[in-house]
């Protein structure tokens, strides 16, 4: 077999094969490490063990040698160090020519890794050091650790974590000893029967392990491979750069053709390979070719399009030549523009008893069938998801250009099993556990799995379609690193038993496949559950209902109309794709279309009738013309009556009940197979919810000042510019400035305080306590509640303007944590902000004492990149605008501000703004918003529902602008109110961009 030995010596070294030959004695390759190297549990450790195998696979030109012993830890304070062992002086004295280092396993000990972690490193280089001593030419290869599995005793309280870090510090070491990375870890990880004790391989393993390292120390990959998704008519993404990737041996020339484009890559140590492919303009009939001077690939008639995955359990499987439309569907179904990859199972997840070689195939993950590209036509779109069809049909006809769908369903599939493993064993590890007598796995589930299974002998490690992991292993992984543009997903029935773990898992499955495609924001697009009489299913929709809602670029297509009663597989899927394909071409795309039905947004009480507010409500009414039907209202959860729904506006719907005088809850489509019949204008329909009614009135109330005993007399007077929040389900003060003494006006001094106090038992009797102390005195800070506390930042001391930030929380116990957050990049005074997801945004103020239009932004779970600066917003700079996060028509996230001035300054014009403006935090845009009433400035904004926001107070327009231009002798005498401050609570609603006053002050 003709291949290159690659060896690192220094940076790279690359020596041919002839070159070695002409050596007097074979290669010497020193294999180091522990249990696993030695070879512990194989049946024939002197054959199985993987330098045993790697001897034969290397042949005769090498002498490998085993220098493992169980147990060792490459910690010199471990409970075993390696350098006190036998087999260390044995491999000193061996001085490999390479030298093949896995060490760490043992170091996850609780006797080890907490108390020396801080050793590991200079330990494994002076390891390294020791060798290199023995054969100065030695090349190193540092292993990064095999797997240890969630079956190990101590995998949560320590071990995996411990396991995780030390990765990282195996990669420092390679780095500083100039030694080649290679991965122990890839090739175990999705084959845990290789693992029978949950660490030390089998046979099998072993071998894998074996040809790890001869790949790594010969070179030989195999030559040039493709993915195999890689086929003649595939299409590839159309508008936007992308990479195309691939394996050969090391060092390999690799050149990539397509269309005029060129481009070349050298093959890495470890055989991978990637180009970037400049944009594509959308078309069909292009030639990739891929060659490395030897192998030449040629895939023909390659398109550029869009690329979307359909995946999930049988509803997206279920076929196109089993729905209604099935006969006009695949006689028009020709198409060159719409291109099928089909990943059809081996095996079907019905009820029958799978054959032992069937076993074995899925141990080896090779579940699905081999698939090829090829355009829809009559003959093969009829075994291709009917979903997915009808969603790319839609597609395509409106992008005008080709799109490819690549179908990877298996019916009765649950979530869990189309999630990486590492993301289960860090985010979910419960329910890795003996999954099939796990209660977090549907029963159904796991009764069909041990039927497929029955000729397993009862082996608790064979692998099975449903398992969690298996389809991201045996399906997912396949795709690696092809450039899709989004998925379409339909599954949940095979989680419907337990809401609450599927919400934890669809945010884990949309995560983990992000990662997977390099995709931060990669679309996906999913299916509510139809109706069907099961209990759970109504509490699941909503649930599902919530997610699309809290998590970004995730879509719900409504399909509860089209279910049915007795039949978990609806056939009327055409409605189900062309749904998906809405949302497609409206969030993703940018049509202007209604992208779905009424969704929910809010529910508000006047007397004994309940207003419920939707977004994308135009021309709501009952499907076919009938009464809306499917609302109820309760005064107590549980106890809910029927109720009557009329249309009170666009968006808007008056539901009344004759038996529920005092409402507090409504909900929508609350059975299992519903008939509720909500629809808008475009014919679609309203999703099943359930929401507690807003409060019947804002009730306004003054509570006074701490009093003297709290926080001394000049506090109890009342402060000026406080930071103020919710933190712990309380509210707090913090900080402020006033004249205690002399007035503001009689040339008094200003004071400023550090005082931080709660509002406690609020109602009848409120009551403040003084909780602790700011890390200084600030008044004209910003405020931002968030779920972890109040965010202060910036505002102003005795000394000037600052740019600190921290966060205050309180306890169950009612005790305060002040936390230090990264500082601003500037002071920042008399700013606003808002927070969005994990993210704080600031907007405005004096930024290092200047007016300014600054927005910057904190990433709470990325503290380390610190503040951001965001586009800034246009027109006049604004001091103390007010500021407010809500949701627009279309769901997404907008940080919206109001009011502010700026003063005489160089050059300009004293300022004062009524205006509003709104920053897209998806597009990063601007735009403008209509005047409020009343100049807001000074005042305060909070979000009362996804879309509306509660606006207080604000200076009036005629009065201040008057001041900033030519302030007069004796401003500050007058009474209060002469200065006309806004005394009405008013309501902003972003989707209809309407005020409204509700009360006064």
Not at 656 to 678: E, G, H, M
Request: glycine share 10%.
């Amino acid at each position: 077999m003709k291949f290159k030995i690659f060896l690192l010596v220094s940076l790279a070294l690359a020596v041919s094969a002839s070159a070695f030959a002409k050596r007097s004695r074979p290669l010497k390759v020193a294999c180091i490490g522990n249990s696993i190297t030695y070879g512990m549990t194989l049946p024939e450790r002197e054959k199985q063990s993987y330098p045993s195998r790697l001897q034969e696979m290397l042949g005769d030109g090498y002498v490998v040698g085993n220098f493992g012993k169980s147990g060792a830890t490459l910690l010199r304070h471990g409970h075993r160090p390696y350098n006190e062992q036998d087999e260390y002086k044995a491999a000193i004295e061996f001085a490999g020519d390479i030298v093949v280092i896995h060490l760490g396993i043992n170091d996850t000990d609780p006797r080890n890794w907490p108390d020396f972690r801080d050793e590991f490193v200079a330990d494994y280089l002076q390891l390294v050091s020791d060798l290199r001593k023995a054969n100065p030419h030695a090349v190193f290869y540092i292993a990064r650790l095999s797997p240890i599995s969630h079956r190990h005793p101590r995998f949560k309280s320590g071990t995996r974590d411990w396991r995780d870090e030390i990765q990282l510090a195996i990669a420092d070491v390679a780095r500083a000893a100039g030694a080649m990375l290679i991965d122990f870890e890839k090739p175990l990880l999705a084959y845990p029967w290789m693992l029978p004790d949950g660490l030390h391989p089998n046979p099998d393993g072993a071998e894998r392990l074996a040809s790890t390292v001869y790949s790594s120390i010969t070179g030989d990959y195999g030559g040039l491979q493709m993915p195999p998704i890689y086929t003649d008519s595939m299409v590839l993404p159309q508008g936007r750069k992308f990479k195309i990737s691939g394996t050969a041996d090391s060092g390999s020339n690799i050149s990539v053709s397509i269309g005029r484009q060129v481009h070349h890559a050298v093959a890495g140590n470890d055989g991978h390979w990637s180009v970037e492919i400049l944009p594509l303009l959308p078309g069909e009939g292009m030639n990739l070719v891929v060659t490395d001077g030897e192998r030449r690939l040629v895939f023909k008639d390659v398109a550029a399009g869009e690329i979307w995955l359909c995946s999930g359990q049988s509803n997206m499987e279920f076929q196109l030549r089993n729905s209604i439309d099935a006969e006009s569907a695949i006689t028009d179904a020709s198409n060159t523009g719409l291109r099928l990859y089909d990943m059809k199972p081996r095996w079907i997840t019905d009820a029958t008893k799978w054959p032992q070689t069937a076993l074995d195939s899925l141990n080896r993950l090779q579940y699905f069938k081999d698939a090829r590209w090829q355009k829809a036509n009559s003959e093969n779109a009829g075994g291709f998801s009917a979903v997915g069809f009808y969603f790319g049909r839609m597609l395509q006809d409106s992008l005008i250009m080709p799109v490819g769908l690549i179908c990877n369903a298996v019916g009765g599939s649950p979530t869990e099993a189309w999630i990486d493993r590492v993301a289960l064993e860090h985010g979910f590890p419960d329910i890795l556990s003996d999954w099939t007598s796990n209660d977090f796995i549907q029963g159904w589930v796991r009764e069909r799995a041990k039927y497929n299974l029955s000729e397993s002998g009862g082996d608790k490690l064979q692998r099975h379609p449903y398992e969690p992991a298996y389809l991201y292993e045996a399906g997912i992984e396949q795709l690696a690193g092809f450039p899709i543009d989004g998925v379409i997903w339909y599954q949940g029935e095979s989680n419907a038993h337990n809401a609450d773990a599927h919400e934890k898992l669809f945010g884990m499955l949309v995560n983990s496949w992000r990662d997977k495609f390099d995709a931060p924001r990669l679309p996906f697009c999913f299916v509510q559950l139809s109706s069907i009489n099961r209990p759970s299913w109504p509490y699941f929709r909503d649930s599902q209902r919530r997610l699309a809602g809290s998590m970004r670029d995730v879509y719900m297509a409504v399909s509860s109309d089209v279910g049915d009663s007795l039949d978990v597989h609806p056939r009327d899927k055409r409605p189900v794709g062309e749904r998906l394909a809405r949302l497609a071409l409206g969030h993703v795309y940018g049509f202007g279309i209604t992208v779905s039905g009424p969704e929910f947004d809010s529910a508000t009480v006047e007397g004994s009738a309940v207003y419920v507010r939707f977004i994308n409500g135009d021309g709501m009414h009952g499907q076919g013309g009938d009464p809306i039907c499917g609302f109820e209202l309760a005064s107590v959860e549980g106890m809910y009556f029927p109720a009557v729904a009329d249309v009170a506006g666009d968006g808007l719907l008056c539901i009344t009940c004759d038996s529920v005088k005092i409402p507090r809850y409504v909900r929508y489509a609350w059975q299992p197979f519903t008939r509720a019949n909500l629809v808008n204008s475009d014919g679609l329909p309203a999703s099943t919810f359930r929401s507690e009614v807003g409060l019947p009135e804002i009730k306004v109330g003054i509570v006074d000042m701490p009093d003297a005993k709290i926080c001394g007399k000049a506090y109890s007077k009342g402060v000026s510019a406080a930071f103020a929040g919710m933190a712990g389900g309380q509210v707090i003060m913090a900080g402020g400035c006033n004249f205690p003494d002399v007035p503001a006006a009689d040339g008094g001094k200003k004071r400023f305080y550090d005082y931080v106090v709660s509002l406690e038992n609020i109602g009848d009797t409120p009551k403040w306590r003084h909780v602790g102390h700011l890390p200084s005195p600030v008044a004209y800070g910003v405020s931002v509640t968030t779920a972890d506390g109040v965010v202060c930042a910036g505002g102003m001391t005795p000394s000037g303007a600052v740019s600190d930030v921290s966060r205050l929380y309180m306890d169950a116990r009612g005790k305060l944590t002040v936390e230090q957050l990264p500082s601003l990049p500037s002071t920042v005074d008399n700013a606003s902000g808002a927070s969005v997801g994990n993210c704080i945004y600031i907007v405005g103020g004096n930024i290092d004492g200047v007016p300014g239009n600054a927005v910057f932004r904190l990433d709470l779970t990325d503290l380390g990149s610190g503040w951001v600066r965001m586009p800034d917003f246009p027109g006049n700079p604004r001091i103390q605008p007010v500021c407010v996060a809500l949701k627009d028509s279309c769901g997404s996230d907008n940080i919206c501000i109001w009011g502010g001035f700026a003063p005489v300054r160089k050059g300009c014009d004293a300022t004062l703004n009524i205006d509003g403006l709104s920053f897209d935090v998806t597009s990063g845009q601007w735009r403008p918003l209509g005047d409020a009433p009343v100049s807001l400035g000074g005042g305060v904004a909070v979000a009362v529902s996804p879309s509306k926001a509660l606006a207080i107070g604000g200076v009036n327009e005629e009065v201040f602008l008057k001041a900033l231009k030519s302030p007069e002798d004796g401003y500050m005498n007058h009474e209060p109110e002469w200065y006309r401050f806004n005394k009405g609570l008013l309501i902003y609603d972003l989707v209809t961009g309407q005020w409204r006053k509700v009360s006064d002050a």
